[in-house]
């Protein structure tokens, strides 16, 4: 397995190779063309299996020679996409479908429904260009792609340019990919080819999530906790084929968030489920959470590393950071392996049963039983009772103004815009837009919490480095001085960025007026509520008569 780092940009009518090739020589030496013709097939089964755990498969052709290419299709795309890559020669003779089962069964833990077959070929036109400078080379592809399907003469065209790091550092093929991306004829593509491919020619595309809930004020509390927790459920399997896979951090992130606002479901319409199913489903969805955040924190502290390198890593402490990327991708693959034994566990499939059973069917109820009653009452009280906690938590925080604070405040804040956006159907635009607002300060408290958690990581793994070496083969050795070091440089860094973090916060609360938007949300769900009373009350006169 390796990892890619490419920019994608989409040509329009009016590229012109040689603005291209001008803008890169300004920053990087180009070498002369290399001309490339390519087939490249996609495959999967017939149930789509890969394309549902989110993954393309396909079988590259260059004259004699194929192979197998497996890459994650990312959730969130940037200019410039870093994903991993699995590759295995397809011998002579072997088919492709089969081999393609057996590379994706032996690397990735999951198994196919049937056996890949052809659904999409592209065939492209290529002309590659090196591109170096001191301690960095790319390669500069400007494609010429034909789309169709297997058998068929009906094609598609596109163009688009890649530029892929070979070698070097991210930080200079950052630098020669923005001076590309400013080009006008060219724009950053958002997609892979093989999603430009399903596109173009009309084929289901990568779906993920779950459709949003639309309910009336009227609708009774049952049916829309139901609806809700059902779509949330929907959301975290749909999720899962990623998350065990294991190549998108992304995948398993939106898995998490889903578990997250399941529970906070859970808890907002916990009279509309029995004690005993309701606290079996709390109790287990927060054993779930758990499982997945340990592997999510140390996603986040990956993804980063490379980053606070190229902040902090100005010395000779180069050897110290390889260390640190070693002992988290070490506590990584451990904590994937708990995660995967959860997934595969009795307890997890009795779970996602029970999950169906409570999701799927609205109870009978007696006409004054809490869960009957009409979902716009229920909201505004919801509403209400989180917004309260949120201004108790926001006073809280003035007062104290530290870090646990402020992660209590976050807490909060998010429960608050769950408990907002599972109502969100029955309100106007405005409501919407406060929650927006909420969202944006909850980011810049999100970032805070990462230099926080960030420090307590560095010094974990400073108090716990062996500073003694071991005899060989009875136990760790002795930690590097550069490892050191670098932890030492982390956990000030962390620290530092916790002060300043907190004047950002501070400029965040100020700019969306906290208690303007608790408050806007309570008015706006009071509303409804007083006009639901005002009809019952009017329905319930009309009776009498």
Same mark, same amino acid.
């Given at each position: 397995?390796?990892?890619?780092?490419?920019?994608?940009?989409?040509?329009?009518?009016?590229?012109?190779?040689?603005?291209?090739?001008?803008?890169?020589?300004?920053?990087?030496?180009?070498?002369?063309?290399?001309?490339?013709?390519?087939?490249?097939?996609?495959l999967d089964t017939r149930s789509r299996s890969l394309q549902r755990a989110g993954l393309s498969a396909r079988v590259r052709r260059k004259g004699q020679k194929r192979k197998i290419e497996i890459k994650p299709v990312p959730l969130i795309t940037a200019?410039?996409?870093?994903?991993?890559?699995?590759?295995?020669?397809?011998?002579?003779?072997?088919?492709?479908?089969?081999?393609?089962?057996?590379?994706?069964e032996e690397c990735l833990p999951i198994k196919l429904r049937g056996v890949p077959i052809e659904r999409v070929m592209l065939k492209t036109r290529r002309r590659r260009y090196d591109v170096r400078t001191e301690g960095l080379h790319a390669e500069l592809c400007v494609d010429e792609v034909s789309v169709?399907?297997?058998?068929?003469?009906?094609?598609?065209?596109?163009?688009?340019?890649?530029?892929?790091?070979?070698?070097?550092?991210?930080?200079?093929?950052?630098?020669?990919?923005?001076?590309?991306?400013?080009?006008?004829?060219?724009?950053?593509?958002?997609?892979?080819?093989?999603?430009?491919?399903?596109?173009?020619?009309?084929?289901?595309?990568?779906?993920?999530?779950?459709?949003?809930?639309?309910?009336?004020?009227?609708?009774?509390?049952?049916?829309?906790a139901r609806m809700i927790c059902n779509a949330q459920f929907e959301a975290m399997r749909s999720y899962e084929p990623g998350t065990r896979v294991g190549l998108d951090p992304?995948?398993?992130?939106?898995?998490?968030?889903?578990?997250?606002?399941?529970?906070?479901?859970?808890?907002t319409f916990s009279f509309c489920f029995d004690r005993r199913n309701?606290?079996?489903?709390?109790?287990?969805?927060?054993?779930?959470?758990?499982?997945?955040?340990?592997?999510?924190?140390?996603?986040?502290?990956?993804?980063?590393?490379?980053?606070?390198?190229?902040?902090?890593?100005?010395?000779?402490?180069?050897?110290?950071?390889?260390? #640190?990327? +070693?002992?988290?991708?070490? %506590?990584? !693959?451990?904590?994937? $392996? *708990?995660? #995967?034994? +959860?997934?595969?566990?009795? %307890?997890? !499939?009795?779970?996602? $049963? *029970?999950?169906?059973? +409570?999701?799927?069917?609205?109870?009978?109820?007696?006409?004054?039983?809490a869960g009957g009653r009409a979902v716009g009452l229920v909201a505004s009280k919801a509403v209400k009772k989180a917004e309260r906690r949120f201004l108790g938590a926001l006073q809280h925080y003035h007062q104290c103004g530290d870090a646990e604070s402020m992660h209590a405040l976050r807490i909060v804040g998010k429960k608050l815009r769950y408990t907002g956006e599972?109502?969100?159907?029955?309100?106007?635009?405005?409501?919407?837009?406060?929650?927006?607002e909420l969202a944006a300060f909850?980011?810049?408290?999100?970032?805070?919490?990462?230099?926080?958690?960030?420090?307590?990581?560095?010094?974990?793994?400073?108090?716990?480095?062996?500073?003694?070496?071991?005899?060989?083969?009875?136990?760790?050795?002795?930690?590097?001085?550069?490892?050191?070091?670098v932890l030492g440089l982390l956990a000030g860094s962390a620290i530092a960025s916790e002060r300043y973090g907190g004047l950002r916060v501070e400029q965040a609360l100020r700019e969306i007026d906290e208690e303007r938007v608790a408050r806007d949300l309570l008015v706006e769900a009071r509303k409804v509520a007083r006009r639901l009373l005002k009809e019952q009350a009017k329905a319930a006169k009309a009776a009498k008569t």
């Open positions: 397995m390796q990892t890619e780092t490419e920019l994608k940009l989409l040509c329009d009518d009016d590229f012109e190779l040689s603005e291209l090739l001008a803008a890169t020589r300004k920053v990087a030496e180009v070498s002369e063309p290399t001309v490339i013709d390519q087939v490249d097939v996609y200019v410039v996409m870093e994903r991993a890559e699995i590759e295995a020669e397809l011998p002579r003779g072997k088919a492709a479908g089969v081999t393609l089962r057996q590379v994706v169709m399907r297997p058998g068929s003469r009906r094609s598609f065209l596109f163009e688009e340019v890649e530029l892929e790091l070979r070698e070097g550092e991210r930080g200079d093929f950052d630098r020669i990919a923005a001076s590309i991306a400013e080009l006008p004829p060219l724009m950053p593509s958002g997609k892979s080819k093989y999603v430009r491919a399903l596109e173009l020619l009309g084929l289901p595309g990568f779906a993920f999530g779950s459709a949003k809930p639309l309910f009336k004020a009227e609708h009774s509390a049952d049916e829309v992304e995948q398993l992130h939106k898995m998490r968030v889903a578990t997250r606002r399941l529970r906070a479901a859970l808890k309701g606290d079996f489903l709390s109790r287990n969805y927060k054993w779930l959470a758990a499982v997945l955040g340990d592997v999510r924190d140390l996603d986040v502290h990956l993804l980063r590393a490379p980053i606070w390198e190229a902040e902090l890593g100005k010395g000779p402490e180069k050897e110290g950071w390889a260390e #640190l990327r +070693a002992v988290l991708h070490q %506590r990584w !693959e451990a904590a994937r $392996e *708990r995660l #995967l034994l +959860a997934l595969n566990s009795r %307890r997890y !499939e009795r779970l996602c $049963e *029970r999950s169906v059973a +409570a999701f799927s069917q609205t109870p009978r109820r007696r006409s004054e039983h599972f109502f969100k159907p029955l309100y106007s635009p405005a409501f919407a837009k406060r929650l927006k909850q980011d810049e408290v999100g970032l805070l919490q990462d230099d926080v958690v960030a420090h307590a990581l560095a010094r974990e793994l400073y108090d716990s480095a062996p500073r003694a070496t071991a005899p060989t083969g009875s136990g760790p050795q002795r930690a590097s001085g550069a490892y050191l070091h």
